[in-house]
């Protein structure tokens, strides 16, 4: 069974800094799926980023990036110039190529923003 | 437009009750799911619609029961509810199943109290 694993409970930034939260996975799959959600406290989970197996080119959005490690099951989020409104839960997803449609949501790590 | 709409966006019950949530997407997506979730744990999923026919139920007690009227809409009755099922209930949609794009789309949740 697929597992996400996100070690920091909590994690904390000032303005304009950069932060790098970390994300696991155990999969014996090849072709899957990965996910950054955010959830701020309104509780809206809004999509950050997405990164397929398949491709060796991390993902960038903005002033959000991923650096995927595939043979070390790594997935983490890079947040540059860090922004007040980034303060949020973060969670790491996996998903199966296979498409079955179970989302395997990480245990989220909690990001404040420090002006 | 990545938009899934969710109604109410807060709703209190007796365990006697009887009530509905609503969900409407109009991005053409043929996936919709439901989850449920606790504060400040991940998003747990409940059922899986797939071209309007449920294709995953998580073992839910049924006292939920889910329905989808058409490909837009998607509906969540509950009957007889317990206090523990009090949680954040979102919504999401993706493309299909089939669709190497399979990216889940939340709505902003309702909020749900049992008492």
């Known amino acids: 069974a697929q597992t996400v694993t996100q070690s920091q409970p909590e994690m904390s930034v000032q303005e304009a800094e950069t932060v790098t939260l970390s994300c696991t996975y155990d999969?014996?799959?090849?072709?899957?799926?990965l996910f950054w959600y955010k959830q701020p406290p309104s509780r809206q989970m809004i999509l950050v980023i997405r990164?397929?197996?398949?491709?060796?080119q991390n993902a960038t959005e903005n002033r959000f990036s991923v650096n995927f490690q595939k043979a070390a099951k790594s997935f983490s989020l890079k947040i540059s110039d860090s922004q007040l409104g980034d303060a949020a839960m973060y969670f790491c997803?996996?998903?199966?190529?296979?498409?079955?449609?179970?989302?395997?949501f990480g245990t989220g790590t909690r990001l404040q923003v420090f002006p | 437009d990545t938009e899934v709409t969710q109604t109410p966006k807060h709703l209190v019950m007796g365990m006697t009750n009887k009530k509905s949530l609503k969900c409407e997407q109009h991005?053409?997506?043929?996936?919709m799911y439901w989850y449920k979730q606790k504060a400040k744990k991940p998003p747990e999923l409940m059922f899986v619609?797939?071209?309007?026919?449920?294709?995953i139920n998580e073992s839910v007690p049924s006292r939920f029961s889910p329905e989808c009227p058409n490909s837009s809409l998607l509906n969540l009755h509950l009957h007889a509810l317990q206090p523990e099922d009090s949680a954040l209930y979102l919504c999401a949609s993706s493309q299909s199943r089939d669709s190497r794009e399979e990216t889940q789309y939340f709505g902003p949740g309702t909020r749900l109290l049992v008492l």
């Open positions: 997803a996996y998903r199966s190529g296979d498409n079955t449609d179970k989302l395997i």
């Open positions: 619609y797939s071209y309007e026919k449920l294709s």
């Open positions: 999969t014996s799959e090849s072709d899957y799926y």
């Open positions: 990164q397929e197996a398949y491709k060796q």
């Open positions: 991005m053409g997506h043929r996936a």
